[in-house]
């Protein structure tokens, strides 16, 4: 039988991620919600500043699980994906734990994706920030 190795996010890095994910929304003046799952879009770490939304919690984990199991960012690449396909247009909404907002992205290190974050709190586009900056702190 074969068997293969899967890089995935440590603990250690999710936590500097978050770090810098709650820096960014503090310069920007919001809450957030924070949710990182590894590869397999298993939780590794959530954290939630203390006046975030009350759905802040949800949406971060929808961004982060879609982010892990499609590898590619919420928002924009979904939205032009599904734009001329009226099938996908109609049903990818609805499947569970997919978000189709801005704020999520795969954590990719040497080409293979160990995991996702999802950050929630903010406008969508402030959420997209705090996720950059986390990334670029990698």
């Known amino acids: 039988m074969e068997s293969f190795n899967k890089k995935s996010i ?11 994910a709650i820096e960014k929304a503090i310069e920007l003046k919001i809450n957030i919600a924070i949710t990182i799952v590894d590869e397999s879009t298993n939780l590794v770490l959530f954290n939630r500043m203390d006046a975030a939304p009350l759905m802040a919690h949800d949406v971060s984990r ?21 734009k001329d396909d009226p099938i996908l247009n109609k049903g990818i909404p609805f499947v569970k734990d997919f978000s189709l907002i801005g704020g999520g992205s795969p954590i990719i290190i040497d080409d293979s994706i160990i995991g996702a974050i999802g950050v929630s709190g903010g406008h969508y586009s ?8 986390a990334l670029e702190a990698i």
């Open 126 to 133: 402030e959420d997209e920030q705090c996720v950059k900056a």
């Open 62 to 82: 929808t961004k982060a699980i879609t982010a892990a199991g499609f590898g590619i960012p919420t928002g924009k690449p979904w939205h032009d994906f599904i």
């Open 10 to 20: 440590s603990l250690e890095l999710a936590n500097k991620l978050a770090k810098v």
